[in-house]
DNA sequence: TAAATTTATTGAACAGCGTTCATAAAGTCA
DNA sequence: TGACTTTATGAACGCTGTTCAATAAATTTA
């Protein structure tokens, strides 16, 4: 119930409006039963920061199985990672933007669900270059998703500053394309 | 005053610790003095990112003449932005993490600043790719920043999740050196 | 110099935030 | 019914951004 309500108000009220006192009496509550349920904010987010990386993990999923070429695969889940980013703004943001205090660290599980993200991109890119390393694998998905994420980012909260005729998608495209191009030469 | 003092707070304390009440104190004001300085603590972070700008700028650009062949200065420039990424961490999240309020938008000023910045990422890929209309090479030196930011973004909030022997600058050399190697074929 | 006016500064106040905790209500079992 | 456990409350604390009447200081005018 928390969840779904803390969702709710991302949805429609933004980053910023999201707080213990509005979620609690969204569902019926006062702030200390919340306390009761998540031990804090941070806590909250978390567990609603794992339903937005299931969430994700299922449409990059599906997207994987709607082309049977590795390089169709990488530009459709890029291309569904930006409408999701878009999409649903806040909750997107939510991930990133909230960072756990100092000493604390992520609970091994939504560790783990973040690899099994990273491994969907590893497998087209297995595919494009087989018989890398591991490690090398993980250096070259993590470098193209995090590009396709900064590109989001900034675009979607208008920090590139291009013109007019310059869209997010196209800007995608040419970071993606040309990363591949580059990662078959080698 | 307020601007180095509010600088001071963010690499003492980090983020979250920036507050008109803190900046204040710092100067030794009242909060009401500030807030006939700037506007509200919008305006006092808007100012304090265009220092931020004018810092990376000079850096990029002092880099930038460093060497001779543009591959190099792009990698060179990436390092840099990285480097500073990590020493100036909170000024550089300030940077990105600031959403204006809905509505209002950032001055004309501030905006030329973000141009100018990219213009330095653009001068070398005109080197490598002459010919080129403006919206593309736009579109271009976006995609290859946003790119680097995305991936200093997520490593160093710790959200990349690979293993041990992967550092940072090599998930950023990885996208830079790939990203430039696809360019030049196309 | 004295008064008038402008400028600079204050500090209390408001509403909201995350978080805690003694208190109270509701439910369970003997 | 009485004892015990679970569930929920709401007031409180210290923090936040922001505003504004009241005050102090500096400057200009007479």
């Known amino acids: 119930m928390a969840l779904a309500a803390a969702s709710a108000i991302l949805a429609q009220q933004g980053l910023e409006a999201l707080s213990t006192r509005k979620v609690a009496k969204a569902i019926g509550y006062t702030v200390g039963t919340l306390y009761l349920v998540f031990k804090n904010l ?11 990386l299931k969430e994700l993990e299922s449409m990059l999923k599906a997207e994987s199985t709607k082309h049977p070429r590795p390089h169709e695969v990488l530009h459709g889940i890029a291309r569904v990672y930006c409408d999701y980013a878009k999409h649903q703004r806040a909750r997107w943001s939510l991930l990133f933007t909230h960072q756990l205090a100092p000493g604390s660290q992520v609970p091994a599980w939504f560790d783990l669900m973040v690899r099994e993200l990273f491994a969907i991109i590893e497998a087209p890119l297995q595919a494009i270059k087989a018989n890398t390393s591991h490690s090398e694998r993980a250096r070259v998905a993590r470098a193209l998703w995090g590009g396709v994420h900064g590109v989001c980012e900034l675009a ?31």
């Open 42 to 52: 941070d806590e909250l987010i978390l567990h609603l920061n794992a339903a937005t």
């Open 156 to 186: 979607l909260s208008d920090k590139l500053k291009w013109g007019e005729q310059v869209t997010t998608e196209s800007v995608v495209e040419v970071l993606v394309e040309n990363f591949l191009a580059g990662l078959g030469q080698h």
